[in-house]
């Protein structure tokens, strides 16, 4: 997970993400060419979860946020990139929802661990969830 206040902070590092999504989209070609007949799809090694937190997210439709979502979901449709950085991950809008993801992560993996560099309220909220799931929590404030 990437959560950044500004949509041009992951500028920074756009490059890079597009490196990860490309080797993994080829690792997970090469994958399928070799196991020919398996039903079990291969597992990706690395999931990118990116959010904008100064990005509204449009929980009520209003006439104003109409025209942008509406261009923002067929472009995303028509071009299969995000709109706001050029990836293939999309960006997601606000916070992410902790409670629900680690759930998931839960379900999905025998155990999980958490590293998080930022605020300390952000720390906090993210500790408070991996304490009710059972995951390994370690923060690093000043990164």
């Known amino acids: 997970f990437w959560i950044n206040r500004e949509i041009e902070t992951f500028s920074c590092f756009r490059d890079i993400l597009e490196e990860i999504e490309n ?54 449709g028509m071009q299969q990139y995000d709109i706001h950085t050029g990836l293939k991950t999309p960006t997601h809008v606000g916070r992410p929802p902790w409670k629900v993801l680690f759930s998931k992560f839960k379900a999905e993996h025998k155990s ?5 560099t930022g605020n300390t309220l952000l720390a906090s909220q993210v500790k408070r969830c991996c304490d009710e799931l059972g995951f390994a929590f370690r923060h690093e404030p000043g990164f």
Do not use: G
């Open 112 to 116: 999980t661990s958490v590293f998080l």
């Open 23 to 76: 080797a993994q989209e080829n690792y997970l070609n090469i994958m399928a060419a070799t196991r020919n007949n398996s039903t079990e799809p291969t597992s990706r090694y690395l999931d990118m979860h990116l959010y904008c937190t100064s990005l509204r997210p449009n929980k009520k439709a209003t006439l104003e946020a109409l025209p942008y979502d509406l261009v923002a979901n067929i472009y995303a």
